[in-house]
């Protein structure tokens, strides 16, 4: 498995931006599809993003589509998280996870890997 750090994470008015960051131990990370959830007071954990073992795929929720932006850096073994145009519905501490054996998920079961997460809270 892969360990993972996420960082980045902070207090931020509406409409401004954060890059969260998630980065992995091991000389693996490039054979895993990376994805990032989040979770807010008294909700169940929710998927927000995925990106494939090269890249060159994404998938992104609904609700942040257009506005967040999920890249990774194979050489560095880390993923980012661009969040542009931050809502108050934001705010939640943001999870980054790892799956291996799929191009691109977004259920959490099928991510073995789970940062400790780091929190996001975004004023009206």
């Known amino acids: 498995q892969v360990q993972l750090v996420e960082s980045g994470g902070g207090l931020v008015q509406a409409g401004g931006s954060l890059r969260l960051s998630c980065a992995a131990s091991?000389?693996?990370?490039?054979?895993?599809?990376m994805g990032w959830f989040r979770q807010a007071p008294g909700k169940e954990r929710e998927f927000v993003a995925t990106i494939s073992k090269s890249g060159d795929s994404t998938l992104y929720a609904a609700s942040v589509k257009g506005r967040f932006t999920i890249s990774r850096d194979n050489a560095g073994n880390v993923v980012y998280l661009q969040m542009n145009s931050l809502k108050p519905e934001d705010t939640a501490v943001y999870y980054c996870?790892?799956?291996?054996?799929?191009?691109?998920?977004?259920?959490?079961?099928?991510?073995?890997?789970w940062g400790q997460g780091t929190q996001v809270t975004v004023s009206s």
């Open positions: 091991g000389r693996t990370f490039s054979s895993y599809c």
């Open positions: 996870a790892a799956a291996s054996g799929v191009v691109l998920t977004i259920a959490p079961r099928m991510y073995s890997s």
